[in-house]
């Protein structure tokens, strides 16, 4: 029914993910592009991160994400400061305003997505769910237990309502 000819397993999740993504995915808002909105949302809330490791998670250009860290710092959502381990080494850090536009935000339409699961039956919807949380819990977990991008710290983000953070399908995973 969902399969994509002459696809495996994987290649089909990644091509129904990726349609999902763009039905649910909410567009700019008045105050931060979806680029901008994605930068805030891969900085930890507590500690900081570097550059280079947003840039690299994000798949853009270390200028580019320079460029963006500017322009949110103006604006009040982030800071730079000196890494507390390496201090030769500036992180990006979310400021009050950045952890609290951060905590209220969800990078999905998350009305669009209510009204989509309204649409299947309470049996489906829980398998839908069962099934995602087995496929997380069968995913590897990071590599490095210290990384923002560890398990645990992207496990406690998306426990938090509105905190979710899927890949965009043109993006590399950490």
């Known amino acids: 029914m969902y399969a994509v000819?002459?696809?495996s397993t994987a290649e089909q999740f990644d091509v129904l993910y990726g349609r999902l993504w763009r039905a649910f995915m909410k567009p700019d808002a008045d105050d931060l592009s979806?680029?901008?909105?994605?930068?805030l949302h891969h900085v930890p809330a507590v500690g900081g991160i570097p550059l280079g490791d947003v840039s690299n998670h994000l798949g853009i250009p270390k200028s580019s994400a320079s460029e963006q860290v500017k322009s949110l710092e103006r604006r009040g959502f982030l800071s730079r400061r000196r890494d507390l381990h390496d201090e030769r080494r500036l992180s990006i850090v979310l400021t009050a305003k950045g952890q609290a536009r951060v905590a209220a935000d969800s990078v999905l339409d998350l009305d669009r997505l209510a009204a989509a699961l309204k649409k299947?039956?309470?049996?489906e919807r829980?398998?839908?769910l069962a099934g995602l949380e087995r496929l997380t819990a069968a995913a590897p977990k990071a590599s490095s237990p210290g990384s923002v991008f560890s398990a645990v710290r992207l496990e406690a983000a998306a426990a938090q309502p509105g905190r979710l953070r899927p890949r965009v399908p043109s993006h590399r995973d950490p």
């Not at 979806?34 to 930068?39: T, Y």
């Not at 299947?120 to 049996?123: D, E, G, K, V």
Request: net charge positive; no cysteine; aromatic share 0%.
């Open 5 to 7: 000819a002459n696809k």
């Open 120 to 123: 299947l039956s309470s049996s």
């Open 126 to 128: 829980v398998a839908l």
């Open 34 to 39: 979806q680029h901008e909105r994605q930068l």
